[in-house]
């Protein structure tokens, strides 16, 4: 197998492997860096590509309310919204770090939008009791990708793209090298580093609904797992309301202005899986979707979602459209908290005849991005469809971004603890960015303390039964099935032994080729270790709806129960999965 050497290996080039691999380039200029990416730099990663209806970064700056203690309130939303199942010690540094990692932004570049006074504009995002939200518009995350790519530029950091990580060799405990495949030629090589950098982002690729860019099959959640790191909080996956071509997040401003929600026929649905009390609230819990967007037991919302799932479920598509009221809206019938909000925006908001009209004045330039893309909401209607946005958990972390395997660190998306059942909306973007440097910095510290370890690397045998295009299209329909958003104990482990049969006859080579093939392995560890975390979880919590019986509007619940107040954290040995449940890092009495 060829061999490639360097000191520093950042594996992604998304936000948070651009940001881990700057860092480590500036605060080391004598060191090697290189960056190893799935796709061409610029084309993949979620960062390049995401984009809502107002796409967030969530920073406390000195002036962000409250003005006392301004950055605990940010952290204790973080732990509060996260279900009290993730580590507070990151959620305080998300929260002190936030200001900082703005700022970077800003001297790159990035054009967040700008008060009168000059100040930064925030605004109020799901999960948060004050406005932190900093945007540019639809393509926030979009613009801080491209600025962070004008940097890496200008500095002299290897690139190595079209390069899959499937396995790590680890070496008394320590990371010493990563396997990659070439997804375009399947020529498999070796990079030999002092210390690495996992920022691969999420696998919401094993999904069939999902929002995320092609190359996202987890494939460093399974690589760190059997090199022996340990993964955090996998049953909790971030679904909500989406395009399901354009990768489009329709959240906040889109719900807010009250489009009817309709299917192929024209037929307003919602209402036919709802209980009396929730039809005859409906104006009020639409509008509030927009501040629970993702899916969430704890809100009220979720009944929303779990109504268009049912629907597309039973063989329907599904629409915004913006063109006329809802029937069942009526100016009487909106709550005075939302007359209140509403006075903010402009306070004939909801005498305005039509949603569109209310969309161009909450939120004019997603009318004008989705326009931009051939889709006029004045005249036709949105298609949107429950998908998975965002992974929760990753590869453990603690504050250095240090994973349980010396030398190997983790960022992004791909890293776990930091985040727990939910996150305030604009906290992911966030994420990257702080721990991305946090990671790449501290990185690059190791590796002047450590050495290459050269060793010999043999050739391998990828012996399995099962074609890899069977076993791919078998895990998908499981996990999209049973893992999704609405999760059963018995339907859980019926899939779960289906998987681990997978597993038992092993993925075959067939004419997809070799890079397919690991990818597929891959796969499948993530989607075993998925359902396992969800199994093991005998509760509801965030986006982790487990349910008795599921046919609404008649459901059951499992409920969520503070004897869970907990994370499970997953590891592979002896061929294995393995849970514990373990109590996380907890705020000291008495803070914010």
């Given at each position: 197998m060829k061999k490639l050497f360097t000191d520093v290996a950042i594996i992604g080039g998304g936000g948070a492997g651009l940001r881990a691999a700057i860092a480590a380039k500036e605060k080391v200029p004598s060191l090697n860096v290189m960056l190893l990416t799935k796709k061409p730099l610029g084309v993949g990663g979620t960062t390049a590509i995401a984009c809502s209806d107002r796409m967030a970064f969530h920073a406390t700056l000195p002036y962000?309310?409250?003005?006392?203690?301004?950055?605990?309130?940010?952290?204790?939303?973080?732990?509060?919204?996260g279900g009290e199942v993730s580590d507070y010690n990151l959620a305080e540094l998300l929260a002190k770090e936030s200001a900082d990692a703005l700022e970077y932004l800003l001297n790159l570049g990035v054009p967040f939008v700008k008060k009168l006074d000059g100040k930064?504009?925030?605004?109020?995002?799901?999960?948060?009791?004050?406005?932190?939200?900093?945007?540019?518009?639809?393509?926030?995350?979009?613009?801080i990708h491209k600025a962070l790519l004008r940097r890496f530029k200008n500095l002299n950091i290897e690139l190595r793209e079209n390069a899959m990580l499937y396995d790590f060799l680890v070496k008394d405990g320590r990371v010493i090298a990563a396997k990659f495949v070439d997804v375009q030629t399947n020529e498999r090589f070796c990079v030999f580093a002092r210390s690495f950098v996992l920022a691969t982002g999420g696998g919401g690729r094993l999904f069939k609904r999902n929002v995320f860019p092609s190359?996202?099959?987890?494939?460093?959640?399974?690589?760190?797992?059997?090199?022996?790191?340990?993964?955090?909080n996998m049953e909790f996956m971030q679904i909500g309301i989406c395009h399901p071509h354009l990768l489009f997040a329709s959240s906040g401003s889109m719900f807010r202005s009250l489009p009817r929600i309709v299917d192929e026929n024209n037929e307003e649905f919602v209402q036919r899986y709802l209980s009396e009390e929730d039809r005859k609230r409906l104006t009020e819990l639409q509008f509030k979707k927009g501040a629970h967007w993702p899916v969430s037991y704890e809100s009220p919302t979720k009944v929303i979602d779990l109504a268009v799932y049912k629907h597309l479920e039973n063989g329907h598509r599904v629409f915004f459209d913006f063109t006329k009221n809802p029937s069942y809206f009526s100016?009487?019938?909106?709550?005075?908290?939302?007359?209140?909000?509403?006075?903010?925006?402009?306070v004939k908001l909801f005498s305005l005849p039509t949603p569109y009209e209310r969309l161009l004045k909450?939120?004019?330039?997603?009318?004008?991005?989705?326009?931009?893309?051939?889709?006029?909401?004045?005249?036709?209607?949105?298609?949107?469809?429950?998908?998975?946005?965002?992974?929760?958990?990753?590869?453990?972390?603690?504050?250095?971004?240090?994973?349980?395997?010396?030398?190997?660190?983790?960022?992004?998306?791909?890293?776990?603890?930091?985040?727990?059942?939910?996150?305030?909306?604009?906290?992911?973007?966030?994420?990257?960015?702080?721990?991305?440097?946090?990671?790449?910095?501290?990185?690059a510290l190791e590796a002047?303390?450590?050495?290459?370890?050269?060793?010999?690397v043999d050739d391998?045998?990828?012996?399995?039964?099962?074609?890899?295009?069977?076993?791919?299209?078998?895990?998908?329909?499981?996990?999209?099935?049973?893992?999704?958003?609405?999760?059963?104990?018995?339907?859980?482990?019926?899939?779960?032994?289906?998987?681990?049969?997978?597993?038992f006859e092993g993925v075959k080579l067939d004419e997809k080729g070799l890079a397919f093939m690991l990818e597929t392995k891959n796969m499948l560890m993530l989607a075993r270790v998925i359902l396992t975390a969800e199994l093991a979880r005998k509760e509801s919590r965030g986006p982790h709806l487990k349910f008795e019986f599921f046919d609404p509007p008649n459901m059951k619940f499992v409920p969520r129960n503070d004897d869970w107040n907990k994370y499970i954290v997953i590891t592979f040995a002896e061929g294995r999965l393995h849970c514990e449940v373990r109590e996380p890092i907890r705020p000291m009495e008495g803070t914010v």
């Amino acid at each position: 197998m060829k061999k490639l050497f360097t000191d520093v290996a950042i594996i992604g080039g998304g936000g948070a492997g651009l940001r881990a691999a700057i860092a480590a380039k500036e605060k080391v200029p004598s060191l090697n860096v290189m960056l190893l990416t799935k796709k061409p730099l610029g084309v993949g990663g979620t960062t390049a590509i995401a984009c809502s209806d107002r796409m967030a970064f969530h920073a406390t700056l000195p002036y962000t309310l409250p003005e006392k203690d301004n950055w605990r309130h940010h952290a204790m939303d973080i732990y509060r919204i996260g279900g009290e199942v993730s580590d507070y010690n990151l959620a305080e540094l998300l929260a002190k770090e936030s200001a900082d990692a703005l700022e970077y932004l800003l001297n790159l570049g990035v054009p967040f939008v700008k008060k009168l006074d000059g100040k930064i504009d925030q605004f109020l995002t799901d999960g948060s009791v004050y406005p932190r939200a900093c945007y540019v518009g639809p393509e926030t995350a979009v613009e801080i990708h491209k600025a962070l790519l004008r940097r890496f530029k200008n500095l002299n950091i290897e690139l190595r793209e079209n390069a899959m990580l499937y396995d790590f060799l680890v070496k008394d405990g320590r990371v010493i090298a990563a396997k990659f495949v070439d997804v375009q030629t399947n020529e498999r090589f070796c990079v030999f580093a002092r210390s690495f950098v996992l920022a691969t982002g999420g696998g919401g690729r094993l999904f069939k609904r999902n929002v995320f860019p092609s190359e996202m099959t987890g494939d460093g959640y399974a690589a760190a797992l059997r090199a022996g790191a340990e993964l955090v909080n996998m049953e909790f996956m971030q679904i909500g309301i989406c395009h399901p071509h354009l990768l489009f997040a329709s959240s906040g401003s889109m719900f807010r202005s009250l489009p009817r929600i309709v299917d192929e026929n024209n037929e307003e649905f919602v209402q036919r899986y709802l209980s009396e009390e929730d039809r005859k609230r409906l104006t009020e819990l639409q509008f509030k979707k927009g501040a629970h967007w993702p899916v969430s037991y704890e809100s009220p919302t979720k009944v929303i979602d779990l109504a268009v799932y049912k629907h597309l479920e039973n063989g329907h598509r599904v629409f915004f459209d913006f063109t006329k009221n809802p029937s069942y809206f009526s100016a009487e019938s909106i709550p005075e908290e939302i007359l209140r909000w509403s006075e903010k925006v402009d306070v004939k908001l909801f005498s305005l005849p039509t949603p569109y009209e209310r969309l161009l004045k909450i939120n004019p330039r997603v009318v004008e991005w989705l326009r931009e893309r051939h889709i006029d909401l004045s005249k036709e209607w949105l298609e949107v469809q429950n998908a998975l946005q965002h992974f929760q958990g990753g590869v453990k972390i603690n504050e250095r971004a240090q994973t349980s395997l010396k030398g190997l660190y983790a960022a992004g998306e791909c890293a776990g603890g930091q985040h727990g059942a939910n996150r305030p909306g604009g906290n992911s973007l966030l994420d990257t960015q702080v721990f991305g440097k946090i990671a790449g910095e501290n990185a690059a510290l190791e590796a002047l303390n450590s050495e290459i370890v050269n060793i010999d690397v043999d050739d391998e045998n990828f012996n399995g039964n099962v074609p890899a295009s069977n076993v791919r299209a078998i895990l998908m329909d499981l996990v999209s099935k049973h893992g999704f958003l609405v999760r059963i104990d018995d339907e859980l482990a019926k899939a779960l032994r289906e998987l681990d049969r997978l597993d038992f006859e092993g993925v075959k080579l067939d004419e997809k080729g070799l890079a397919f093939m690991l990818e597929t392995k891959n796969m499948l560890m993530l989607a075993r270790v998925i359902l396992t975390a969800e199994l093991a979880r005998k509760e509801s919590r965030g986006p982790h709806l487990k349910f008795e019986f599921f046919d609404p509007p008649n459901m059951k619940f499992v409920p969520r129960n503070d004897d869970w107040n907990k994370y499970i954290v997953i590891t592979f040995a002896e061929g294995r999965l393995h849970c514990e449940v373990r109590e996380p890092i907890r705020p000291m009495e008495g803070t914010v």
